[in-house]
């Protein structure tokens, strides 16, 4: 049973900057993911990142997010600059996914808010 557990949430004016981080119990594995979601939305995937450190992103996050991972910590990361208002959303990390089981964290609370 892998366990991860997502943190560096908090509340940013619009335009800051906020560092996820995602400290997994052992990835290196797998591939990975953060994904957020609104009370409104169904949850959105954000960016992935392979095994191999490939990478992909949401056109909301290009040029804005940046995802990375650190195999010898089980970490996963996620730097986002010039956020918005709408950015405003609890973010998740996910390993895993398609013919290999999920597995999510709980979840860390961003606020882009002035």
């Known amino acids: 049973q892998l366990q991860l557990a997502e943190s560096g949430g908090g509340l940013v004016q619009p335009g800051g900057s906020l560092r996820l981080s995602c400290v997994t119990s052992?990835?290196?594995?797998?591939?990975l993911a953060w994904y957020r979601q609104t009370p409104r939305n169904q949850r959105e995937l954000v960016a992935t990142i392979s095994t191999g450190g490939m990478t992909n992103y949401a056109a909301f996050a290009k040029g804005r997010f940046t995802i990375s991972r650190d195999n010898t910590k089980n970490a996963l990361y996620l730097q986002m600059n010039s956020l918005k208002p709408e950015d405003t959303a609890v973010y998740y990390c996910?390993?895993?996914?398609?013919?290999?089981?999920?597995?999510w964290g709980q979840g860390t609370q961003v606020t882009v808010s002035s």
């Open positions: 996910k390993a895993g996914g398609g013919l290999v089981r999920e597995y």
């Open positions: 052992g990835s290196a594995t797998y591939e």
